[in-house]
């Protein structure tokens, strides 16, 4: 049997534990120099022409469209199972991260630094939770872009195809979560603690792309 899904398994926890501990430091308030100094760096050195860009990104990473480009996915894979575990565990993701804007109490940036334009009116544009710990943009981009990489690199795809795809989903990645702190929408650490969430998540649901964890060989072994 492969070792693949061990190894899957490992990260999964790897970044969940450091999710952990990293909320942790958070909520002690470890990081708020850091915060502050990451965001006015950002918005002092990049030009106000990515206002629209970025803004544009917020409206990528959205709950609604995360989860449509999610189902589709696994529906062209014909994965079932895995689609199903994905779709829980996208949930999940939603749960842990409510229970942090509600006991980790890390407010967001002020509303001076907010740069986010409205190229599309959607009425969560305009919803500001209390606290903004941790960012679920960066958590559902990153968990999609988890499951995603892990499909190319398992896929039968040439080297040079899988580098060209992965490349584009680290680009597309590394925008999203320069985009949040740069709008002002969220701090750093609200960007590095719903990454390591959303890895945790995606690379557990990632474990059932594997062949032995389809639909047809658990039916299988269960006759």
């Given at each position: 049997?492969?070792?693949?899904?061990?190894?899957?398994?490992?990260?999964?926890?790897v970044f969940?534990?450091a999710?952990v501990?990293?909320s942790?430091l958070?909520?002690e308030?470890?990081f708020?120099?850091?915060d502050?100094?990451?965001?006015?760096?950002?918005?002092?050195?990049?030009p106000?022409?990515?206002?629209?860009?970025?803004s544009?990104?917020?409206?990528f990473?959205n709950?609604e469209l995360?989860?449509?480009?999610?189902?589709?996915?696994?529906v062209?894979m014909?994965k079932?199972?895995?689609?199903v575990?994905?779709?829980?565990?996208?949930g999940?993701?939603?749960?842990v991260e409510?229970?942090?804007?509600f006991?980790?109490?890390?407010?967001?940036?002020?509303?001076?630094?907010l740069r986010t334009e409205?190229p599309?009116?959607?009425?969560?544009?305009?919803?500001?939770?209390?606290f903004s710990?941790?960012?679920?943009?960066s958590?559902?981009t990153?968990?999609?872009?988890?499951?995603?990489?892990?499909?190319?690199?398992?896929s039968r795809?040439?080297?040079p195809i899988?580098?060209i795809?992965?490349g584009?989903i680290?680009?597309f990645v590394?925008?999203m979560l320069?985009s949040?702190?740069?709008l002002?929408?969220?701090w750093?650490?609200?960007?590095?603690g719903?990454?390591l969430l959303?890895a945790?998540?995606?690379?557990?649901?990632s474990?059932?792309l594997?062949k032995?964890?389809?639909l047809?060989?658990?039916?299988?072994?269960?006759r």
């Amino acid at each position: 049997m492969s070792k693949r899904p061990t190894v899957l398994f490992f990260l999964s926890v790897v970044f969940f534990v450091a999710f952990v501990f990293f909320s942790y430091l958070v909520h002690e308030d470890v990081f708020t120099q850091f915060d502050f100094n990451t965001t006015v760096r950002l918005q002092d050195n990049l030009p106000r022409r990515f206002d629209p860009l970025f803004s544009w990104f917020s409206i990528f990473g959205n709950f609604e469209l995360l989860l449509g480009v999610l189902i589709i996915i696994f529906v062209l894979m014909r994965k079932f199972l895995a689609g199903v575990i994905a779709f829980v565990m996208f949930g999940f993701f939603h749960i842990v991260e409510l229970y942090g804007k509600f006991y980790v109490e890390h407010p967001p940036p002020p509303e001076f630094m907010l740069r986010t334009e409205h190229p599309i009116d959607f009425p969560q544009f305009y919803v500001r939770s209390e606290f903004s710990y941790p960012s679920g943009h960066s958590g559902r981009t990153v968990f999609l872009a988890s499951v995603l990489i892990v499909t190319i690199l398992t896929s039968r795809l040439s080297n040079p195809i899988k580098t060209i795809l992965v490349g584009g989903i680290s680009v597309f990645v590394f925008v999203m979560l320069l985009s949040r702190p740069y709008l002002g929408e969220h701090w750093a650490t609200d960007v590095i603690g719903g990454s390591l969430l959303g890895a945790s998540f995606g690379v557990f649901s990632s474990i059932f792309l594997t062949k032995q964890y389809s639909l047809r060989n658990i039916l299988q072994f269960l006759r």
